[in-house]
């Protein structure tokens, strides 16, 4: 075990020009990767979320993956590094991030409520229809009853 950093005012400073939407969903996504709770998500965690999520990763990839974000060098990434990596200011790639989560959630076409469901059960979680509607509700901009790419970019750039 590796001893526990503490940085209480690391999160907020870390969310940065980052939407209250986003930093809430980051928060929920974190939450959904760290499987034990210990407030850091370390190789094994990444590594069954991946796999959940239809990506077999190496090891060798995994680690990667935590150097890129692990600013306190702890062989883990705790949740403002976890954030980090989602400012728009450091990360010029929203665009193709936001595109790839989108394929990601809708399987290709549009985000559904069907396809919110199929996510959320692919990484384990049951979500009942009232919290999909909701979810759709939410997102759907052009109120069409689906989230297309155009509703889904425009999550990330709300302020
Ligand atoms: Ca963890
Ligand atoms: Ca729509």
Redesign the pocket.
Known sequence: MSKKVERPDAAAQAAGNLTKWEVAEFKEAFALF?????G???PE?LKEMMGHLGQECSDEEIKDMIDVADELSTGRIDFPSFLKQFQHDENDNTEQFVQQAFALIGGGGDITGDAIEQFFARIGLKLISDEVNEIVKIADEDGDGKVGLEDFQKLYTRK
């Open positions: 760290d499987s034990k709770k210990d850091n998500i370390d965690e």
